[in-house]
Structures are given as structure tokens and as C-alpha cells.
């Protein structure tokens, strides 16, 4: 068992979105009232004679944005139980296999460069309670195991047949990962924060589907606008909605040649995503554009298979 409780995360906080009791004024934050501020700012919308009344209803009115870089606000509860079977080099066999089947709940996920996540952005600076949800880089079950085997054929035979067909070593790395929760969130912001996201409303059935295509990966219409200067119920990350998993087998051959006393060559043949199986970047989460749940990319290689040769003094 593996349990972990990270407090102080750093995730960039908005410390200028509105107070929520003042999404009560509905439309009249949008009237225009005397700027307290013209004249003395020079650019942007606070140089002029009015502005909106959401404007200084924010905590830092003379200011139209403003973010605390990296605060230490976020936290994160990972629990997970790892096993592990291993066995160890003989009679030219040897095994790991790792499975971990865990949980992580967090507040702000961050993902890893060149990484694609599933989710929303924070809806209601004032309620980061409300973010605490299954994290976007939650994966529930993990299998990953390694193997390599000694060929026995031709292993002692000398001469061409020796060389060329023995003293082949066959090794295989597998992997199957649970994909990431999805999060919804809005294609257009009604709720006036002026600082927060939106997502939208849900209805509360599970809009996971029991067969779903890259043209329809979650069912779509459990979501609706919320009303205007209002925060959409929808959470932050869906624990059973969840971007493709992902099923790798990569396979190598190889084996090295003595030349000479001192010059070996080794000769590899590798297989990348061996069976070719496609795993399908995150769809579209974004409620009210045009592809909403549609699945538009590939999130692996296609298979690739290289030959190499490598002389080692």
C-alpha cells in the first residue's frame, strides 16, 4: 500500500474575481458607471470615462487582471496498492511485472509537456473546495511487465549456422494503462466572474456509453447552459468518463557476434506498437462547440520497425 497526502501544491490562484453574492446584479454588472480611475491610466479599458460596474466590484478594481504566479494553495491525495512479481534471471528466462491499481484526487492537475489531459479549468476562485475531484492524471489500473528470453536454438553451435541463427535474445516490454477522467467545461463564459471559469450544467445521469465511437465518445446531452451569471454544476473531472486507455507492446530481437577478440557486432531488430493498435487522443470537452465529444486525433505511433547494427570494441 502506497498513500501519499501532498498539501501547498503551487497552481496559479485569481485573487480579482468577483465576490459570488454579486453575480445577484445579474445584467446590471454590465452598466456603465463613472470611472473613478480616468486619467489616471493611460491604456486598456480603465483609461476610460466609464466602465463597467463589475469592474469595481472587484477586489482590485484598479487592476483589470490579477494572478498569484505558482501559489501554494492546491492539495492532492494519491492511495494506491502496488504488486509486483518478479522472476530473476535463469535458464535464460526473466520476468517483472508491475500492477498498481490506485487513486488520485487532486485540485489542479498539471500535465507533463507534449502530454494531452481531458479537462477544465478552475470555475470559482472563491470555492476551490468545489475543484476537489478525481485528477486528470488519475489512472486507475496499470500493468506493465518486461521479459526477455535467451533463444535456445543453435546457442552452442559453431561455425556460420552458430553465427547467424544462434545466440538470439527475444525482449518485450507490455504496457495497459486506465485513461484519464474527462472534465467539461464551456465554450463561452456567462457567468460574469470576471476572473473564474464556467462549465456547464448536468442533468446527473452518467454520460459514459456503454459502446462509444470516435464521433461520439460520452453521451453529450446530459449537459446544458447554465443560466446566465451563473456557475454551471457540472464537476470538475468525471471519474467514469475517461480519454482511450492505452495498449503498447513493443518487441526487440537481438544479439551480438564476435568478430574478433576484440570487436563484437550486435544486431538489433525492434518493433514499435508492434500490434498497431490505436490509442485515441482525448475528445473534444469543450460544451457548446461544434465537435463536442468527438474524438479528432491520435494520441500514439503507428507501428515502427527498425533495423540496426552496432559494432562495440
Request: hydrophobic share 35%; proline share 6%; glycine share 10%.
Amino acid at each position: 500500500y502506497v498513500g501519499t497526502h501532498l498539501v501547498h501544491e503551487q497552481a496559479n490562484l485569481t485573487l480579482d474575481q468577483l465576490p459570488d453574492s454579486a453575480l445577484s446584479l445579474g445584467s446590471g454588472l454590465q452598466t456603465l458607471v463613472p470611472n473613478p480611475f480616468y486619467g489616471q491610466i493611460s491604456t486598456g479599458q480603465l483609461a476610460a470615462p466609464k466602465v463597467s460596474q463589475a469592474q469595481l466590484l472587484r477586489p482590485y478594481p484598479q487592476f483589470t487582471g490579477v494572478t498569484s504566479l505558482q501559489a501554494s494553495w492546491a492539495e492532492a491525495r494519491y492511495n494506491a496498492l502496488d504488486v509486483t512479481l518478479q522472476k530473476r534471471f535463469s535458464n535464460g528466462f526473466s520476468l517483472l511485472t508491475a500492477f498498481t491499481w490506485s487513486k488520485l484526487i487532486d485540485q489542479v492537475s498539471n500535465g507533463f509537456s507534449g502530454e494531452s489531459l481531458g479537462g477544465s479549468s478552475t470555475q470559482d476562485y472563491n470555492n476551490l473546495k468545489a475543484e476537489l475531484s478525481t485528477s486528470q492524471l488519475d489512472e486507475t489500473n496499470r500493468l506493465v511487465s518486461d521479459a526477455a528470453y535467451q533463444l535456445p536454438f543453435f546457442r552452442g553451435q559453431q561455425g556460420i549456422p552458430g553465427h547467424l541463427l544462434g545466440g538470439w535474445e527475444l525482449s518485450t516490454i507490455a504496457s495497459f494503462i486506465s485513461g484519464d477522467p474527462l472534465g467539461i467545461s464551456s465554450a463561452t463564459n456567462g457567468s460574469g466572474s470576471q476572473g473564474g471559469g464556467q462549465r456547464p450544467n448536468w442533468n446527473g445521469k452518467n454520460p459514459a456509453l456503454s459502446h462509444h465511437t470516435v464521433g461520439k465518445w460520452f453521451d453529450t446531452s446530459v449537459f446544458s447552459n447554465p443560466p446566465a451569471f451563473q456557475f454551471g454544476n457540472t464537476p470538475r473531472t468525471f471519474g467514469y468518463v475517461r480519454s482511450d486507455w492505452v495498449r503498447n507492446i513493443d518487441l526487440s530481437l537481438h544479439k551480438s557476434t564476435q568478430l574478433t577478440k576484440k570487436m563484437d557486432l550486435q544486431i538489433r531488430i525492434d518493433a514499435f506498437n508492434m500490434d498497431n493498435t490505436p490509442v485515441f487522443a482525448p475528445p473534444n470537452t469543450s460544451f457548446g462547440s461544434s465537435t463536442f465529444g468527438v474524438v479528432s486525433a491520435q494520441q500514439n505511433s503507428p507501428r515502427t520497425i527498425q533495423l540496426g547494427f552496432k559494432l562495440l570494441y
